[in-house]
């Protein structure tokens, strides 16, 4: 099933930050926009200010910066 769906419809369905619902097209969108640090992402989108402390979103925001 996954292969039948964009990569761009998918971005909008995944939450890389998931305790600010904050999905990976609103990231990736970020980075274009110039954000090149984990701090200016969220900065921008608000991802990895949630409760966990960017525990679980942390490693995914870096990985993109790095592959965009
Ligand atoms: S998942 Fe991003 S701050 Fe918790």
């Given at each position: ?5 964009s990569?761009?419809?998918l ?14 097209a609103k ?11 984990f701090?200016?992402v ?9 409760s ?17």
């Amino acid at each position: 099933m996954e292969q039948n769906i964009s990569p761009e419809i998918l971005d909008k369905l995944t939450k890389v930050c998931l305790c600010k619902s904050v999905t990976r097209a609103k990231i990736k969108q970020a980075i274009k926009d110039g954000a090149n640090t984990f701090e200016k992402v969220q900065e921008a989108t608000g991802a990895g200010t949630g409760s966990c402390g960017a525990k679980r979103c942390r490693e995914k925001i870096e990985e993109l910066i790095r592959e965009t």
